[in-house]
């Protein structure tokens, strides 16, 4: 890296995208699940309900990055909380789902994502979520944030979960729906035991099109389907949608991991295409500074950002996430994958600095 100022990791600026905070209550909804509230920190905590937290832990001496949906609504919850299943052998998420108690103080980037709604009381919508496992929390705070805002827009969520005792935040709901005759909760369970008497097995083109047709609101001026969930169900869902001639953009997604998550970064994965012959230098602009550094065709940008020990912001690092976003400025990249990003935000010429290889000499790109 040259002509520039370092900026090492451990100078972390005060009021920049780092926080602190501190664990109140850690809440175990399943037995693989566990939720953590935190302390509102000082100031409170800014976040629209859906979006995401970047965790940041030291395991075994490793800096390592995770991103977790707030499962709470800033309108109804006084503490922020995420919720955290887990992953068979997974790291981040056993560790937090056996190390996390009350007082315990961890790291996080601010809250960050673009799967949320806007709010307005006079709003008469009808929205679908359709939501599996872990994928509950993010559709959680938006459900609360709705009934509190919304209170002639009706909610329909379909969740699916492994069975009766996987079943995350079955109480909250219960309790939400009692209070709330608005919201319309159908349970579908892919291994229930015999006496379960709601919808089983896996949610198809048929299950979808059912729970819809019985549960229209037709007074309603608008739809939206907000999806969280593995990849296969989202599409099968997102593809139901369109074929009932359901508008794409009424349609919301959010993956926490796909199947090409282990591929990215992997120039020779397939469905990468062209990747870069040559290293070449990109000017990264973050936090008022200009650094220039060179990437190596076996690199994305962000990794090379990184060996240089630049502070630049990420999380998943499978562009999943949207943590590590910047503007191209001048220059050409090519992204192994671009999920992460709406039409509206590629069209502007936002990338995806921990899935882009610069493919020109004049890459420079704007980090906000
Ligand atoms: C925007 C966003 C929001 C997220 N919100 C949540 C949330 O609210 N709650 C939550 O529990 N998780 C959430 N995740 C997923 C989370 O960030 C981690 O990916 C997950 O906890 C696994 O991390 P790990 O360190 O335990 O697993 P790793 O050690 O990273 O992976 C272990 C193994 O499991 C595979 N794997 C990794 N993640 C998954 C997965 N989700 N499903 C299946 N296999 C996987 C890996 O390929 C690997 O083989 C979110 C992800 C994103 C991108
Ligand atoms: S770090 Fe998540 S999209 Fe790049």
Wanted: negative net charge; proline residues 6%.
């Amino acid at each position: 890296m040259f002509n520039l100022f370092r900026k090492k990791k451990e100078e972390k600026p005060k009021g920049s995208q780092y926080l602190s905070l501190k664990i109140r209550e850690v809440v175990r909804e399943t037995p693989d699940t566990v939720t953590l509230f935190f302390e509102q920190p000082e100031p409170y905590l800014d976040y629209k309900a859906g979006q995401f937290l970047t965790v940041i832990l030291d395991i075994d001496g490793k800096e390592v990055r995770r991103s977790y949906s707030l499962c709470t609504s800033p309108f109804m919850d006084p503490h922020p909380g995420i919720t955290i299943k887990r992953v068979k052998d997974g790291l981040v998420s056993n560790f937090l789902n056996d190390k996390m108690f009350p007082g315990k103080t961890i790291t996080i980037l601010k809250p960050m994502g673009n799967f949320t709604t806007d709010l307005h009381s006079k709003n008469r919508r009808h929205f679908t979520m359709i939501a599996a496992g872990s994928g509950i929390t993010p559709v959680m705070g938006i459900i609360k944030s709705l009934l509190v805002n919304e209170p002639e827009s009706k909610i329909t969520l379909l969740y699916c979960s492994r069975s009766e005792d996987q079943i995350i935040f079955k109480k909250p709901l219960e309790d939400l729906q009692g209070k709330y005759p608005q919201l319309d909760v159908v349970h579908n369970l892919t291994q229930p035991s015999d006496s379960w008497k709601g919808l089983r097995g896996r949610i198809d083109a048929e299950k979808i099109k059912e729970v819809l047709s019985t549960r229209a609101y037709p007074e309603a001026e608008s739809k939206k389907f907000y999806l969280c969930g593995p990849e296969a169900l989202m599409a099968t869902a997102k593809d139901t949608l369109l074929a009932i001639g359901e508008r794409k953009e009424d349609i919301i997604q959010e993956s926490f991991y796909t199947s090409a998550s282990e591929d990215a970064g992997d120039p020779t994965a397939q469905g990468v295409g062209e990747v870069p012959e040559l290293a070449r230098t990109v000017l990264v602009m973050l936090e008022g500074q200009e650094y220039s550094f060179e990437v190596t065709p076996d690199k994305t940008i962000l990794e090379a950002g990184l060996d240089e020990d630049l502070d630049m912001p990420y999380s998943c690092q499978s562009g999943l996430c949207t943590a590590c976003m910047g503007k191209l400025v001048s220059g050409e990249v090519k992204m192994d994958e671009d999920a992460g990003l709406s039409e509206s935000e590629k069209e502007e010429g936002y990338i995806l600095c921990c899935v882009s290889r610069p493919m020109s000499g004049d890459v420079k790109i704007a980090i906000e």
